[in-house]
């Protein structure tokens, strides 16, 4: 194959599944800033805590890969509501600044007790021979652990996409975010709802910060670090729209990769200028609404 | 004014007087103003040994001070206030090192001037968007800036910095001593510059349009104010004010690294602000004082518990006493007066 159709598979493969990793981990972000203009700095925090969980369960009780992830997403998806119900909802009514002041204190205080119980060196974690390696596509080999993320990304678009556009409560959450007053007052317990997509957006943060760990490696810092880059997804994406999520994972993806790989020099400037680029053009993110 | 004032007065004239006479007396000077700046005076000479220390506070101070400008009272919440600081850090670092411009004072007036222009292009573009948009915006920005200096490291020195920056003396007289003692009271002379600059700011009516807009941005629309002209005006000013505390930085520590743009810098000066109280600007001294100590003392013991339990304080302090230390105080005084009366 020539060279330059051989870089740009590679950039599209390995940007592809990038962009997957940035929408598993952002996408409940986006939902529950949609749903109640909550600015929760501390997400990467709820990414980092799955992360560290598969890295125990995975080193200290030799547990396999793929049922430490679902085990992961569970267990932060439930301590969340714990969060969610005594300290976030305090907030709902608060400006900007203090919903940002708490949830970076509770992000520092995450970074923290990680750096206690972990140390600050990166961790990795054992995969299954089945991830390592490469994978033969038939025109060329591509690493196995990138086409699997691919794999698992597309799964969860399409059990997301069911759930949001074709099932009662993916309704009822798409008319909350729309106008949450209205759909308060035909009787739906938002709440309630809230409480439940923030369960479910935390979870899939820890499956996202669980699948991290082959990609970049885990250490405390990763709170922040990614942080920046799952709150540009959403703000490039649209508050609480699944396809903008989408849209915004897999040009910031693309993007990203493509700069890494032609300009290593000019490291994450691409990212950030095609953000301004969009939020100039179009504040509301791509299918936010004005 | 008293309630009872407001009462009592039944003509219009007088009604208008009064209202006159109590905003030119809110910004008299009042005799407890003297005690920060006579403490930091008795800072130099009860802690000699520690100046240079000192003096990075008296930096944190005036950061912190510009951000309230813009925070405090404009309520303009940014992520990537830190840009203007490193804008000017490496102006003079860079006109230090490589174009042999070493004069320290002249070189604050430069940082000032290209700060504020940083400022004054990203706000006019900026200032448009609210919420998480401006936040996201504000936040690329300076990473952005710290992107370009990682770019052109030939030039920025990259993530090594500019090391071992030499400034020529203090008004040709004062040299860098030991202790940087000569820099805490240039430091400190500075910041009372720029303090008495931004009060005269805060109290002026144009400071009074900020808190318009902070308070209620449609109203002030509807009431003709400029808004957006109003928003760029101050962010260009805070933003220079960054600048100067960024040169500073620099002088003081004769090194400068790309570290000053990060994402940290923006939320530690942030917390800084809001630990001391926001809009009341004296607020942004006891938060840059109360934090670099603690962090001083505590980051010595252990770092890790030094992040905990700056995290457990923001948290606290956003559930219990959300307008800082200096609204606790007032909120005390305030408990205590009116048990009194009772």
């Not at chain 1, 074709?166 to 798409?174: L, S």
């Amino acid at each position: 194959m020539p060279q330059v159709a051989n870089i740009a598979v590679s950039i599209l493969f390995d940007g592809l599944a990038y962009a997957m990793f940035l929408f598993i981990t952002s996408v409940g972000l986006s939902v529950t800033m949609g749903l109640m203009g909550f600015v929760n700095l501390a997400h990467g925090a709820f990414a980092m805590a799955g992360g560290y969980v598969v890295v125990t369960l995975t080193r200290s009780f030799g547990v396999e890969f793929i049922p430490s992830l679902v085990v992961a997403s569970v267990v932060v998806g439930a301590v969340s509501v714990v969060f969610e119900r005594w300290l976030y909802r305090r907030l709902y009514k608060s400006t900007d600044l203090e919903q940002v002041l708490l949830t970076i204190g509770l992000a520092f205080m995450a970074i923290a007790t990680a750096t206690y119980f972990y140390g600050p060196i990166p961790k990795s974690v054992p995969l299954p021979g089945w991830l390592q390696g490469d994978v033969n596509l038939g025109f060329r080999y591509f690493p196995s652990y990138r086409a699997f993320l691919i794999v698992l990304g597309t799964a969860l678009i399409a059990v997301l996409w069911y759930v949001f556009e074709r099932t009662n409560i993916g309704a009822k959450i798409r008319a909350a975010v729309d106008n949450r007053r209205m759909a308060e007052s035909v009787g739906i317990n938002v709440d309630r709802l809230f409480t439940l997509t923030f369960a479910i957006g935390s979870g899939l943060a820890a499956l996202g910060g669980g699948l991290a760990i082959q990609l970049f490696g885990l250490s405390p810092s990763f709170a922040v670090l990614y942080l920046v880059l799952f709150l540009i997804v959403v703000a490039v994406g649209g508050l609480g729209s699944l396809k903008g999520t989408l849209l915004a994972a897999l040009v910031l993806g693309v993007f990203d990769t493509a700069g890494k790989y032609l300009l290593a020099d000019a490291g994450g400037f691409f990212v950030y200028a095609v953000t301004v680029a969009v939020l100039l053009i179009k504040p509301a993110g791509f299918y936010g609404r004005e | 004014m008293a309630a009872s004032d407001i009462i009592t007065t039944t003509s219009r004239g007088q009604a208008r007087e009064r209202t006159a006479e109590y905003l030119v007396g809110r910004h008299r000077f009042r005799p407890a103003e003297a005690l920060p700046w006579l403490i930091a005076i008795a800072v130099f000479f009860i802690f000699p040994e520690r100046m240079t220390f000192g003096s990075q506070v008296l930096v944190m101070a005036m950061f912190a001070l510009s951000l309230d400008l813009i925070l405090g009272y404009a309520g303009i919440v940014t992520l990537g206030h830190a840009a203007f600081f490193g804008v000017g850090a490496y102006t003079v670092g860079l006109a230090a090192a490589r174009l042999q411009w070493a004069e320290p004072i002249s070189g604050l007036f430069a940082a000032a001037i290209t700060a504020g222009l940083v400022g004054f292009i990203t706000g006019w573009f900026l200032l448009r968007y609210r919420g998480l948009t401006l936040l996201m915006l504000t936040l690329a920005t300076a990473i952005m800036l710290q992107e370009t200096g990682n770019l052109r490291s030939d030039i920025s020195g990259g993530y090594d910095g500019l090391p071992g920056l030499a400034f020529k003396p203090l008004l040709g007289i004062f040299d860098y001593d030991l202790y940087g003692r000569a820099y805490y009271l240039y430091v400190l002379a500075v910041l009372a510059v720029v303090f008495y600059f931004v009060r005269r700011i805060v109290y002026s009516p144009f400071g009074q349009a900020l808190t318009g807009i902070r308070e209620n941005v449609r109203r002030m629309h509807a009431i003709g104010s400029p808004v957006h002209r109003r928003l760029v005006t101050v962010y260009t000013i805070a933003a220079a004010i960054a600048g100067v505390a960024g040169a500073l930085f620099t002088q003081t520590n004769a090194y400068v690294t790309l570290t000053v743009f990060d994402f940290d810098n923006s939320a530690k000066v942030m917390v800084m602000l809001i630990l001391g109280g926001t809009g009341r600007l004296y607020g942004a001294f006891i938060g840059a004082t109360v934090y670099m100590v603690l962090e001083d003392y505590f980051s010595k013991l252990s770092p890790t518990f030094w992040q905990f339990g700056i995290g457990l304080v923001l948290v606290l302090a956003v559930l219990f006493a959300r307008r800082g230390v200096l609204g606790l105080f007032e909120s005390v005084g305030k408990y205590v007066a009116e048990r009194k009366r009772s």
